[in-house]
């Protein structure tokens, strides 16, 4: 097929369609779901769990967008010497690299966007519970505070992240693929189990 050729490209653009409109779908429900979650979490608890929960979410995103760069950096050689050894998750490491724009669109993009907006969101709500105990000028530095914690946090981490997934590319897209192989055959592992 040449790439002139008009089936073949609204095949192509139809297939792009198709995923930025799951993209989108996705996005909406993981983004209304953690949100939900760390609203009702974060009102209820005291600011010491509120906090734990703040640093939960932004690891949450750190890992999420080192598995993203890991995927775009790993060669795809040694997991065919692995699935060749029948290594457990290799095939699942191959599916990772053979689609790694989509995974790390959503590992760096979906959720650690969404994970980025829901920290901000938590921040917040932590500022707002140590406020009340602040008047003026005081309260205004908690905000503050709190704002540029949760960004230091979040960009010194995944800076130390991409440098780990470059480093470490293949062991992380290994690791990911054994997750995934677990996942895959949780039912047949707990029926042995039985």
Not at 54 to 80: Q, R
Request: net charge positive; aromatic share 6%; glycine share 8%.
């Amino acid at each position: 097929m040449s790439k002139s050729d008009p089936a073949a490209s609204k095949k192509e653009r139809n297939k792009t369609i198709r995923w930025v409109v799951t993209i989108f779908i996705i996005t909406i429900v993981i983004s209304g779901t953690i949100s939900f979650a760390s609203n009702e979490l974060m009102s209820v608890s005291s600011v010491g769990v509120a906090f734990v929960i703040l640093l939960v979410i932004i690891f949450i995103g750190i890992v999420f967008d080192i598995v993203g760069v890991a995927v775009t950096s790993a060669d795809e050689k040694p997991f065919h010497s692995m699935a060749a050894r029948k290594v457990t998750g290799a095939q699942e490491a191959i599916a990772l690299l053979r689609n790694a724009e989509r995974v790390s669109s959503i590992c760096n993009d979906v959720v650690g966007d969404i994970c980025g907006v829901v920290s901000g969101s938590a921040s917040a709500s932590i500022a707002a519970q140590l406020i009340v105990h602040f008047s003026g000028s005081v309260g205004q530095l908690v905000m503050l505070g709190m704002s540029a914690l949760v960004a230091g946090l979040t960009v010194g981490g995944k800076a130390i992240g991409k440098t780990v997934a470059i480093g470490s590319c293949t062991q992380i897209v290994s690791t990911v693929g054994k997750i995934i192989w677990m996942f895959h055959h949780l039912p047949d592992l707990m029926k042995k189990k039985k």
